[in-house]
Each structure stands twice: as structure tokens, then as C-alpha cells.
């Protein structure tokens, strides 16, 4: 990378299947000047509960992870949290209060709206919880998935690099077909869609950068295309695959996750997976109708199969971490709404 005269400008080699891009950046941004040092000792000292402030920048605030990431670390003593929308009007969703920690109208597809939010809120970490998901349509347009999942955390890790900050992004089970389950970090990617394997180009490996790869639940601020609030939308009966198997988390958990164990471990970098103990569609909706209160029949049914639950014991045993069981990960998910 070269920095000259409060200007960056890299190249970048892209590679899919047979074909290869390369990519010349160039932004012009006044914020490099003012490179800091690196703050890991400040942010040892905020996890103890002690000393300044980690400073948090979370992108895409208003997704289903990115609003449950914002609020929880907005709620939580030692942390000073920025999040940023692309709308001024997503921020209505959120309380009066949250919405002053608000940054709207960050494009982060163009390169000098990402520098300017990160020059202008100096962070000590960034959490990205930009992506297109596998339930929209753009998923499966290269023009749309490439630049947002493959392209954009390489950008984000480069520009958290100059910045001195660290730099966590999130990946998806998705990256597996699901045929065998119990995935490893170790394990080769064999999604045959577009969407797993944007994703999986899209996962950082820097000294300044951690990826997190899981599966998540939780609550939208709007619409309801999730499983959870689709499932909570319906009425009558709906059927619940009892051979889809899932080891994802609530949204929320996995902010507590980062919280509690990624920042207080800044050796940590490269892949992680992080995950609950497996269960399936049909056992999870039917512990989801019970905490939520909800009347409708799940019907069993056994014609789907797939397996893409993952195995975090790494992460287990580096950090300690050890999962809820599912019935109080879905009560954590309801009561922090």
C-alpha cells in the first residue's frame, strides 16, 4: 500500500474460477495524515472495566446483526459506539437517544465515504455487519455480491490497518453445501452458489483482523424475510425440517461474543468459527413458539436435508467461550427484542 501527500492508492488482484481483475483503488481523504498508534493496551484496560473507552464503529447498524451489535454496545459500560446507516430514515427504528450515535448517508461502496466515517471517528475497532443475504436476489448477481461480500472487508482491514484499529468481520456457515456438518476451520469451502462463495472470498486473514464465521437469528427492524420473523408472521401451521440442522446464534449473542470475548483477546486474528451445539429447524421453532408465546402447529417433515452446523471448538479453547443452551439463547433473543 503507499500513502502520499493525505492520498492512498493500492491494487488489488481478484480471482474467480478461471478469470482474474485487477483492481485500482484511489481516495482522497485528509485523514491519513493523522495516523494514531496502535491502542491495544486501552482496550485490554476498557475490557477490565477500566481506563478510557474502546472506541466502536459498527457498519451497518440497521441490518439484524448490526442493530442488535449497536444497541448492546451502546448499552454497555466502557464503550464509546458509532454506527453508520445508509438512510436517514432507518434511524427512526431506533430510541432517541441511539439515534445522536447515528451516521447516515455512508455509502460504503464508494471508498472516500468509508475513509471519511473511519478518519472521522478515529476507532479503535470496527465491526462489520454489511452484506447481502441469501435471501435476496442480488445475492446472485456478481455485480451486486462481489464488491459487497468479496471485495469490500479486504477494503475495510486495509483502511482499519492505516487507521491502527482492529477490524472484525463476520462470514457465514453458508460457505459449506451442508452435506456432512460439523464444519472445522480446517475444512475446504464447497458452496456451489454465488453467495457462498462471495462470502468466502470475502473472509480476512491481516494481523488486524479477525473473521468470525457463524449463522444467525434474530429481529429485523423491518420487513420480515429472517426466519424468526417470517416464523412469527405465520398463521395455521408451518413445517419445520427435522433434518436442517443449524448451530448458529441470536444476533445478540453474538455482539456478547465479541464483547466479551474477541476484544479482551487481541492476539486473536485469521478465521474463527463460532457457533451453539447443533439442533434442528423443526426442535428451534418449536422452543421459538413456546418463548414467544406463539399459537401455530409445526408440522414435522423430513424430505429437506442439509447440515451445515459448524465446530467452534477452537474458539472454545482459546477464549473460553462456551454456548447457552438453545432454550436460553432464545429467551436472550426475545427478552433483548
Request: glycine residues 8%; neutral net charge; charged residues 20%.
Amino acid at each position: 500500500m503507499k500513502w502520499a501527500n493525505a492520498e492512498c492508492s493500492w491494487s488489488e488482484k481478484i480471482t474467480l474460477g478461471n478469470a482474474s481483475v485487477v483492481l485500482h483503488v484511489r481516495c482522497t481523504s485528509g485523514f491519513l495524515g493523522n495516523v494514531r498508534n496502535v491502542r491495544i493496551s486501552s482496550i485490554l484496560r476498557a475490557s477490565c472495566g477500566g481506563g478510557q473507552s474502546v472506541k466502536v464503529l459498527v457498519l451497518g447498524a440497521s441490518g439484524m446483526l448490526g442493530n442488535a451489535t449497536f444497541r448492546l454496545f451502546r448499552e454497555s459500560d466502557g464503550y464509546e459506539v458509532i454506527g453508520t446507516v445508509r438512510h436517514e430514515r432507518s434511524k427512526q427504528y431506533f430510541a432517541a437517544s441511539h439515534q445522536l450515535a447515528l451516521v447516515s448517508g455512508v455509502d460504503v461502496e464508494n471508498i472516500d465515504s468509508l475513509t471519511r466515517v473511519i478518519g472521522d471517528t478515529k476507532p479503535d475497532l470496527v465491526i462489520n455487519c454489511i452484506g447481502l443475504v441469501k435471501q435476496l436476489a442480488e445475492a446472485d448477481d456478481p455485480l451486486a455480491a462481489i464488491p459487497i461480500n468479496s471485495l469490500l472487508p479486504h477494503r475495510i482491514a486495509r483502511l482499519c490497518a492505516v487507521a491502527d484499529a482492529r477490524f472484525v468481520h463476520m462470514s457465514t456457515d453458508c460457505v459449506f453445501s451442508g452435506a456432512k456438518g460439523m464444519y472445522s476451520e480446517s475444512d475446504q469451502s464447497d458452496a456451489k452458489d454465488l453467495y457462498g462463495r462471495s462470502k468466502f472470498l470475502g473472509e480476512v486473514d491481516y494481523p488486524n483482523a479477525i473473521t468470525l464465521r457463524t449463522s444467525i437469528i434474530g429481529h429485523e427492524l423491518e420487513g420480515a424475510r429472517s426466519l424468526v420473523g417470517w416464523f412469527l408472521s405465520q398463521s395455521g401451521s408451518v413445517r419445520g425440517f427435522k433434518r436442517a440442522v443449524f448451530s448458529g446464534m441470536p444476533t445478540v449473542e453474538i455482539a456478547r461474543l465479541i464483547r466479551d470475548h474477541v476484544i479482551p483477546n487481541p492476539h486473536l486474528h485469521g478465521l474463527y468459527h463460532v457457533s451453539a451445539d447443533p439442533i434442528n429447524k423443526y426442535d428451534l421453532l418449536g422452543l421459538v413458539a413456546d418463548a414467544y408465546g406463539k399459537q401455530i402447529k409445526i408440522e414435522s417433515d423430513e424430505s429437506f436435508a442439509i447440515d451445515r452446523s459448524l465446530d467452534s471448538s477452537r474458539f472454545r479453547s482459546l477464549t473460553g467461550f462456551q454456548p447457552k443452551s438453545w432454550a436460553e439463547l432464545v429467551r436472550s433473543m426475545r427478552d433483548f427484542g
